[in-house]
Every structure is written in structure tokens, then in C-alpha cells.
């Protein structure tokens, strides 16, 4: 399956609470943990033709990989989870999938409220 889109998360934990969420072809990158402008360039330049999600966690290390995202990547689009969750990997399922269908991510009905 070809992916459409690219979505950027700190850690595997991330990753797999937005795996059974998505319904739609979506590469998602793990920066696992912080990251210099190197790294993110080089780990998301395969994928400089496709729009780009950050979704960080609501903490120092997510702020720090969110400022660099903003700065090498200007065209992201910053996605947030509620600080009370902290992390994406906490977020529950029906929350996420609100969150990236504001964004036009598509989601599996089953996690709409």
C-alpha cells in the first residue's frame, strides 16, 4: 500500500496507539526521543513530496522535536494532544482519531464518537 501521508511521532508506543486508528495509507517515523536537524532531514527527506503531521508529545522533548520540525519542515502540520494526556501513546483512541480527522486523516468509524 502506497502511503499519502506521513505523520511523525517521538516513539514506537506512538506509533502503534495510531496504527489501529488510521484508515488510510500513512507512513509514520519515529524520531525516537530527540533529534537534531540532521536527523529529521534526513530521516523525512524520502518523503519531501508528501504532507507532513507531526503529532509530539505535550512535553519538553516534544516541544524541543517541535520546534526543529517547525523551523526545517515550515509546511508540517502540528498536530496536539491534550497536555492532561501528556503523550500520544496516552491518548485514548476516540480522541486521537478527533484529532486527525480535523486534519482530513481518515479514520476507522469505530473510534468516532
Same mark, same amino acid.
Given at each position: 500500500?502506497?502511503?499519502?501521508?506521513?505523520? +511523525?511521532?517521538?516513539? =514506537? *508506543?506512538?506509533?502503534?496507539?495510531?496504527?489501529? %486508528?488510521?484508515? &488510510?495509507?500513512? #507512513?509514520? !517515523?519515529?524520531?525516537?526521543?530527540?533529534?537534531?536537524?540532521?536527523?529529521?532531514?534526513?530521516?523525512?527527506?524520502?518523503?519531501?513530496?508528501?504532507?507532513?503531521?507531526?503529532? +509530539?508529545?505535550?512535553? =519538553? *522533548?516534544?516541544?524541543?522535536?517541535?520546534?526543529? %520540525?517547525?523551523? &526545517?519542515?515550515? #509546511?508540517? !502540520?502540528?498536530?496536539?494532544?491534550?497536555?492532561?494526556?501528556?503523550?500520544?501513546?496516552?491518548?485514548?483512541?476516540?480522541?486521537?482519531?478527533?484529532?486527525?480527522?480535523?486534519?482530513?486523516?481518515?479514520?476507522?468509524?469505530?473510534?468516532?464518537?
Amino acid at each position: 500500500m502506497f502511503s499519502e501521508k506521513v505523520i +511523525l511521532v517521538e516513539g =514506537k *508506543s506512538d506509533k502503534l496507539r495510531l496504527i489501529p %486508528v488510521l484508515d &488510510e495509507a500513512t #507512513e509514520i !517515523i519515529c524520531t525516537n526521543g530527540t533529534i537534531s536537524n540532521v536527523k529529521l532531514e534526513e530521516i523525512l527527506s524520502p518523503y519531501d513530496d508528501l504532507p507532513i503531521y507531526a503529532f +509530539l508529545d505535550a512535553d =519538553k *522533548s516534544g516541544e524541543q522535536i517541535r520546534s526543529i %520540525v517547525k523551523k &526545517e519542515f515550515p #509546511e508540517a !502540520i502540528h498536530l496536539y494532544t491534550k497536555s492532561m494526556y501528556c503523550e500520544v501513546a496516552n491518548t485514548p483512541l476516540d480522541v486521537l482519531a478527533s484529532i486527525l480527522k480535523r486534519v482530513n486523516i481518515k479514520v476507522r468509524k469505530e473510534f468516532l464518537l
